[in-house]
């Protein structure tokens, strides 16, 4: 246990993490001994994350005439920022709203309809509970893109041809099996107890949902929060099959068509992929442990 | 967050507690908008997988012919191969990266933070930023990589899986970390009272003890390898010839490149069943639908 | 906690609204029920610049109020643009007026009856009927009917070169295919990629075959192939033209890594700016796309050829290859005709003519010739317009002309040819399989 010495224990901090009320965590030694062989391949790891991140900023600073051709390992003799004036002058921001405004809608939806539906699949007994899990469960790996022929019929039919629902409706129920599967992970962690002691009290079904089940599913909810914003985030074909005009272009779609609008101006699409990191990037700055925690919770069961 | 397995269990037979039980009817929202756009849909291309249709007009029947066609397509057979094995290597890939790296990033000291947080940048950017940023850099006169990578099979193929890996390691770090970190202390102390050194602490501890969380992760990771569809639209286009289409990236060229919208369905009916099949082979093997029972102890 | 979802669920809510919002916005511009507005949808590159003046000049012209109505753009970027079309077409929200590329990419309009045949409309109007060069407005029909007005320049194909590489090496523009692989021996002798290739892309490909089947067979080869005889793909003329771009190709004549080289992204044309390449087989918007990006090199150092003729081939070396240009389309369902032809004839003005010449782009007006000396570069602009006028044959880019669903096996069999996972008769038996 000598290494237990080599470095000075940091207990305060250690305890102010949010999950180390955890009896078996209030560990020091074998957190914080240095392994040389980890930190090689660390800083393996390290440079293929950062060398294409700065390849990409360093060529999104470029001119344009400089930067075909040249070796994108270069800095940038005359770095400018023209680009970025291009990008932002091509409807960037408002892709970007519209993209927000996808990811708080499919978050609305999914939370609305997946903590219901969640509570139902732990403590409903019935049959139907039952077989509404299992039908959540076998849609996990049904990938979306097997299904945009079919709902493209379907949103043409409705009338959402070339608007945000067009996306946002969709997105949310691809995002729900996964979920429903975070959530009631999270539920079951709720003892017997706590509803008994709920229901000593006279509190009903519906309050217990609002004061017991939510308030003690707050990991499962923010996971799930993250989750679903990322479907949205990331979301591609539905954009680009179901909606055509600048009206309803999100920013996976707005990078995409750079690729042609610009020609072929490589600089300003960089400056593009580097600008709508951005924003997620101020979110994680200012929300990392939020963030960090919530996906943790993905695996955390 | 989380308790461990063992403190939940003593809820004692609750057949007859009424409490917090509400009526199925709760989820009925959630089961109509699902099946409105998601099985429904479903169902929907299974219909058409019996119909021509061009996207124009009405589709009109056509019986198996589809399907037929399907069954005699070659590029079904390498479809699935290669979307097997981009399942199958991007998952060794991605697993022994972040196991590595979330293990080592549960460790508390300063650098390991820091290095942490910027390991996970690449998760910020979508999917499409990603293969577009690759896009660029993998052309030999332009980037980083001099070499005819996306002309050659497996150049194009090993792309993909890296890009993949690129955006998804960061993510399945995390829940390592996440899993590292819960792994009781004593159990080293015992190992370390016993003589065992770091690497079979490693093997003997850490390994087994996340076995739960290895689960979780690689499902997550199956699941995601079958939406590399816009790294494979963006970055090979399927290409060389039909070397990396994968099935949803047949399917869209069928539907939105050759307009052929029926036979577009029979791939994407295949692509649900195949999915479906995958689930449920998942969720068997990950104990996700057990999970009721073990877990609720009632 | 409850005053943390109570907020959330505000915020939520607002957003729903703000959503529905947008979805009012999107749908609002559907052609439905809104009376006189023409919508017009168009493929939004740099050159969308000229649709957009033309539609600011018809709006607050005396031909709209008198069809009162005014037209609309969309621009649709994006190389997805013929998806687009089709998907936008199979909705409620379909455009009134389309870009589009004339041959296969409007037939399933035409068979689904979503097109006005504007054959009399042409026939019965001097300013349309004599407007435009008789070839390039029969290349907007459809079994002798015409169903699209011209609306940018034309687009033929032609071989580029860096003129500093050939003074320096000596070297003169082949006009016959053996000359052309002399060329190729002293450039890779001299260690000079010979040709600049965006395999990536796959049409530039497509272009060799073009011109090579041309040349050999003549353009009734393809012709035949277009009109859907596709054991047409088993004239002798096919086979030896993927030979010689085989030959090309094994004997390193694009380089190594072409496959990996775009077009679209700057890759190939830097190529041949940065005297990496000596040549470059591309449409004439080459010129434009160098002018953007390397305008030195575009100005003082880029010359052109028409590609050579083949030793006892049955091509015309005067035959051309290439898009003879986009057109605008009507859909059936229109709802106010008289703006959308109206906005339409706007296209033979001499006001377009002069916007696309600006541009950079070559009108296939007929007023075009005497305008041309406008052009930025006018010695490349008359070589364009007098290589279409004299043309005895232009043959529309393949994956344009042939159906859709038969385009994209097609570019994948030419992927695979280039990159040699087929051999040229592979490559012949899988063409004669497509349908």
């Keep these: 246990m000598s290494h237990d010495t080599l470095r000075r224990p940091r207990p305060v901090k250690t305890s102010t993490r949010p999950s180390a009320t955890d009896p078996g965590r209030r560990r020091r030694h074998w957190t914080r001994r240095p392994n040389p062989l980890a930190g090689v391949g660390s800083v393996l790891w390290l440079v293929v994350v950062i060398i294409p991140i700065y390849a990409m900023i360093s060529v999104s600073l470029t001119r344009q005439d400089q930067a075909l051709g040249n070796n994108a390992l270069k800095p940038p003799s005359h770095p400018t920022l023209d680009n970025y004036n291009t990008v932002l002058h091509n409807g960037f921001g408002h892709f970007l709203l519209n993209t927000l405004l996808v990811a708080a809608a499919v978050v609305v939806i999914v939370l609305a309809l997946c903590v219901p539906l969640s509570y139902v699949a732990v403590r409903a007994r019935t049959f139907w509970s039952g077989a509404t899990f299992r039908l959540f469960l076998l849609g996990v790996a ?33 995002a729900m099996p996964v979920s429903t599967l975070i959530l009631t992970g999270t539920m079951r962690d709720i003892s017997e107890e706590m509803y008994e002691a709920m229901s000593l009290d006279g509190a009903s079904t519906t309050r217990m949902l609002f004061q017991l089940v939510i308030p003690m599913t707050k990991g499962g909810i923010s996971t799930v929060v993250i989750y679903s914003a990322l479907q949205a985030w990331n979301g591609f074909l539905f954009p680009l099959i179901f909606t055509q005009s600048d009206g309803p272009r999100v920013l996976t779609l707005g990078l995409f068509n750079y690729v042609s609008q610009f020609g072929v101006n490589i600089p300003a699409l960089l400056a593009s992929v580097v600008l709508s990191g951005i924003p997620i990037f101020a979110v994680y700055l200012v929300a990392r442990r939020a963030l960090v925690g919530g996906l943790m919770g993905v695996g955390g069961k | 967050m989380s308790s461990s397995v063992t403190t939940r269990t003593k809820g004692g037979p609750g057949r007859g507690v009424r409490a917090g039980r509400p009526s199925a009817v709760w989820a009925l929202p959630a089961v109509l908008f699902f099946t409105i756009f998601a099985v429904a849909p479903m169902a929907l291309a299974f219909y058409l997988s019996f119909t021509k249709w061009n996207g124009l007009g009405d589709p009109e029947p056509v019986g198996l012919a589809n399907w037929q066609k399907l069954f005699d397509d070659p590029r079904l057979t390498q479809s699935l191969t290669v979307t097997v094995l981009l399942t199958v290597v991007s998952w060794a890939f991605q697993t022994v990266v972040s196991l590595l790296l979330g293990v080592w990033a549960a460790g508390r000291q300063r650098n390991r933070a820091f290095l942490s947080a910027v390991f996970f940048v690449p998760f910020l950017l979508s999917s499409t930023a990603i293969s577009l940023l690759f896009y660029a850099l993998l052309d030999p006169n332009f980037g980083i990589i001099h070499g005819d990578t996306l002309g050659t099979t497996s150049g194009a193929f090993l792309a993909i899986v890296f890009v993949g890996g690129w955006q998804f390691i960061p993510f399945h770090t995390l829940i390592y970390q996440g899993g590292a970190r819960q792994i009781p202390e004593v159990l080293y102390q015992a190992a370390a009272m016993d003589g065992a050194g770091r690497y079979r ?40 010839g039909t070397d990396t289409a994968i099935l949803p990236y047949l399917m869209y060229q069928a539907g939105f490149k050759n307009y052929d919208f029926g036979y577009a369905s029979a791939v994407a009916s295949f692509l649900v069943v195949a999915a479906t099949a995958l689930s449920l082979l998942l969720v068997r093997l990950s104990g996700f639908g057990n999970m009721r029972s073990t877990r609720e102890g009632m | 906690m409850e005053s943390y979802s109570r907020r959330w669920f505000l915020g939520a809510g607002a957003g729903v609204v703000a959503a529905a919002g947008l979805t009012a916005c999107g749908s609002g511009s559907g052609s439905g029920g809104s009376g006189g507005t023409v919508n017009a949808m168009t493929y939004g590159d740099d050159a969308v610049k000229v649709q957009e003046k033309a539609v600011t000049r018809f709006n607050a012209s005396a031909a709209a109020k008198t069809a009162k109505g005014k037209v609309k753009l969309q621009k649709v970027p994006g190389a997805d643009y013929p998806a687009k079309l089709r998907t936008a ?54 079994e002798n009917k015409m169903y699209g007005i011209p609306m940018r320049g034309m687009q033929p194909v032609l071989v580029f070169y860096n003129k500093t590489l050939f003074t320096e090496h000596k070297l003169q523009a082949p006009k016959t295919w053996d000359q052309l692989l002399d060329l190729n021996a002293k450039l890779k002798k001299a260690k000079i990629t010979p040709f600049a290739l965006g395999g990536a892309d796959i049409w530039p490909e497509l272009m060799w075959l073009e011109y090579l089947v041309d040349r050999i067979g003549g353009p009734q080869v393809f012709a035949k192939i277009k009109d859907g005889d596709t054991s047409a793909w088993g004239d002798p003329a096919v086979l030896k033209a993927a030979e010689a771009a085989k030959q090309l190709i094994d004997d390193g004549a694009f380089g190594k890594g072409f496959s990996s080289v775009a077009y679209t992204n700057g890759g190939a044309p830097a190529l041949l700016a940065k005297g990496r390449a000596a040549m470059h087989l591309m449409g004439s918007w080459e010129y434009s796309t160098q002018l953007g990006k390397f305008p030195d090199f575009a100005k003082k150092d880029l010359g052109w050829f028409a590609f050579p003729s083949y030793d006892g081939g049955a091509g015309d070396i005067r035959n051309v290859v290439g898009n003879p240009t986009n057109y605008w389309s009507v859909n059936a369902r229109v709802s106010n005709k008289d703006a959308a032809i109206a906005f339409l004839r706007d296209c033979a003005s001499e006001a377009y003519t002069k916007d696309l010449i600006a541009n950079g782009d070559v009108p296939t007006t007929t007023i075009a010739e005497k305008l041309l000396d406008a052009s930025p570069n006018p010695e490349f602009a008359k070589f364009q317009y007098q290589m279409v006028q004299n043309a005895p044959a232009f043959t529309l880019s393949w994956d344009q002309a042939v159906d859709p669903n038969v385009s994209q096996p097609m570019l994948t069999e030419v992927n695979k040819l280039f990159v040699g996972k087929s051999s040229p008769s592979q490559f012949v038996s899988a063409l004669k399989g497509l349908k």
């Design chain 3, 89 to 142: 077409m199979g909705s409620p929200n379909a455009p009134d007026v389309f870009f589009n590329w004339g041959g296969g990419s409007i037939k399933a309009y035409k068979e689904a009856d979503q097109l006005i045949d504007l054959t009399d409309t042409i026939q019965s109007d001097s300013v349309l009927k004599s407007g435009f060069l008789p070839s390039v407005l029969a290349s907007g029909a459809l």
């Design chain 1, 142 to 174: 049904i990938p979306a893109q097997a299904v945009v022929v079919p709902l493209y019929l379907m949103i043409a039919k409705l009338n959402l041809y070339d608007s945000l629902l067009a996306i946002i409706l969709p997105t949310a129920a691809f």
């Design chain 2, 201 to 240: 602490q490693f093997f003997s501890i850490t390994l087994p003890q996340l076995r739960n969380t290895a689960t979780t992760s690689s499902v997550l990771m199956i699941v995601g390898s079958l939406t590399y569809f816009e790294t494979v639209l963006i970055l090979t286009q399927g290409g060389p």
